[in-house]
């Protein structure tokens, strides 16, 4: 379907309207604007263009609505606001994502981002969809290829399946999210870049998608200087779109960085609107939001694909405990840990083994390769108990015959964590047993 499809273009100029209400300012209070007159008119989410008097315009959504005026958040500090200046209202944004939108770069409102022109699809989709019905989902599917080695044996991603990337700044999460939209075995990819610096938007799409990449991507950005409902909106209008082509027969991967910014958009949101805090500053309505969230990727339905998700979290001092990473791994089928130190000896991806784990297993692998991870997890297991005593020269070699295999083994799994795989899921386990048997640690078949 091309971007000037007569259907399209029909459906664009339907669309429009001639009419358009105007209020007024009434007050400023906490960095919200109270308007009188478009009460009757204005819904929550709409949105507002203010026209200050002494300014350029001041763009806004509706935050309340109340009896006798409405509240709008503005997209930047209100400077320069005076009483009586003039509010319109703006025709209501239609978000209809289609096929032609692969290969994009949008906002979270469906506009182009990329210089290109770009029309709505033919269908105008809600941003806030129901999960399809619990017992009509499909269960997971089959071990998706993923491009990297440690991810095709020790961490399989099946089809419909919901991971959390847990990382703390630096530590490699765009890069191995970059990584997974170029590589991973999907017939498309939906990026949300939440909250993220605009240099870094245009440095993914180019970079680290590149034109291949982004041939079977659509990436919806909203950058850290704009609105906290801008921001928000950003992870629910990927989703639809997620949602859109899975309904298409489509199997879907869907990349968000980060959920941390997505809930940090909505607590500015939730103390606007009065909310308290509780959660180490986070209110008690992120939790619902985070799970309706995760929700609605997984299998579909036997008429539709699935959409298999990766959720960043931005841990501050990689403390797990924190409110969303916790949120998160309540409601995901497995989490990816990224480690400082592992980073800073130089192995990408970062990964922790031992603090990782992929809820598809025992299932996605077979009896033999699940023998095979789970003494590959001793090793590992073994060798990081005794790393202390190890580089400190105290391991005397016999004491321990399993951590006597680690020692030996280490220098290679360590090398094969970090190696890209372009030959498929079995070369990968064959690549691992080969190291195993090398170092005597092969498990008994």
């Known amino acids: 379907m091309s971007d000037l499809d007569p259907m399209l273009l029909k459906c664009e100029f339907d669309r429009l309207t001639a009419t358009r209400h105007t209020g007024r300012v009434c007050g400023v209070a906490r960095g919200v604007v109270e308007i009188e007159g478009l009460e009757t008119q204005a819904r929550i989410g709409d949105h507002l263009t203010l026209r200050r008097r002494n300014g350029p315009d001041l763009e806004g959504e509706v935050l309340h609505v109340e009896s006798d005026l409405i509240h709008m958040i503005p997209a930047a500090a209100p400077d320069g606001v005076c009483l009586g200046d003039q509010v ?40 806030m969809q129901s999960p399809p019905a619990a017992v009509e989902r499909k269960p997971l599917g089959a071990r998706m290829e993923s491009g990297l080695a440690m991810l095709n044996t020790m961490l399989p991603v099946v089809q419909g399946q919901r991971v959390g990337l847990f990382a703390g700044s630096g530590v490699g999460k765009s890069t191995l999210l970059a990584k997974l939209a170029k590589s991973m075995q999907a017939d498309a990819v939906v990026v949300a870049l939440v909250g993220e610096r605009g240099r870094e938007v245009n440095e993914f799409v180019e970079h680290a998608l590149g034109a291949e990449g982004m041939k079977r991507s659509v990436v919806v950005a909203a950058t850290s200087d704009q609105s906290a409902l801008a921001r928000r909106r950003c992870a629910w209008s990927a989703m639809s779109v997620a949602e859109y082509l899975r309904d298409q027969g489509m199997n879907v991967l869907f990349l968000a960085d980060s959920v941390t910014r997505f809930a940090e958009a909505h607590r500015e949101i939730a103390v606007a609107m009065g909310e308290q805090p509780s959660l180490r500053g986070f209110p008690p309505s992120v939790t619902p939001l985070i799970a309706g969230l995760c929700e609605r990727a997984g299998p579909g339905t036997a008429e539709q694909g699935d959409i298999t998700a990766v959720f960043s979290v931005l841990v501050a001092g990689s403390d797990m405990d924190e409110p969303i990473a916790d949120i998160l791994r309540g409601v995901l089928d497995g989490h990816i840990v990224l480690n400082r130190e592992i980073a800073e000896r130089g192995r990408f991806p970062a990964i922790d083994l031992s603090r990782s784990v992929s809820r598809s297993l025992p299932g996605a692998a077979s009896p033999e390769e699940n023998q095979l991870i789970a003494q590959t997890r001793r090793l590992v297991g073994s060798y990081e108990q005794s790393e202390v005593m190890i580089k400190a020269g105290l391991y005397s070699e016999g004491t321990d015959p399993l951590l006597d295999q680690a020692v030996r083994v280490h220098g290679e799994l360590d090398t094969f964590f970090a190696k890209t795989e372009t030959d498929g899921i079995k070369n990968s386990f064959d690549h691992l047993q080969l190291i195993l048997r090398r170092a005597g640690a092969a498990p008994q078949q």
Do not use: C, E, Y
Request: aromatic letters at 8%; glycine letters at 12%; zero cysteines.
């Open 88 to 127: 319109i209202l703006n025709q209501t944004p239609v978000f209809a994502p289609g096929m032609h939108w692969l290969g994009r770069v949008v906002d979270p409102f469906g506009r182009p981002l990329d210089g290109k022109p770009l029309l709505s699809g033919i269908q105008t989709r809600d941003i």
